[in-house]
């Protein structure tokens, strides 16, 4: 059954920036585990466009928190070239900027440098 997100309190507008690659890992109800990727480079895959969505959002009684989504055409392929098995891994998925990509993030958080964000202490 699935679940409507529950959509957070944006308090700053949003920045597209586009990413090389997205990729996440996970367990079917099968449990195979599958791959889901956006990768501008594939060798395989042709036409995949992943992008990353920036925002910052305020929930109650928390500070303000970076908020990065992940949308743009993608594939599915089953994971088959590992050593330990996926459930064993430390990490499950995977954002990889451009540099131009983080030079635009860093000027969009600088923005917002103030006394409720504290983000000085993120960009010194």
Known sequence: MFRRPRYPNHVS????????AW?????????????????????????????ARISLVKEKDKPIQ??????????????RYYTIPPDQWFEHGWLIFPQE????????????INEETQLWEVLM
């Open 23 to 51: 990729s996440f890992v996970y367990c079917d109800e099968m449990g195979r585990y599958l791959y889901e990727i956006s990768d501008r480079r594939s060798p395989h895959i042709r036409g995949e466009n992943p992008y």
């Open 101 to 112: 990509s983080l030079l635009e993030l860093r000027r969009f958080l600088f923005k917002f």
């Open 13 to 20: 507008e949003k920045l597209d920036l586009r990413l090389d």
């Open 66 to 79: 970076l908020r990065i989504a992940v949308f743009g055409s993608f594939h599915v392929e089953p994971v």
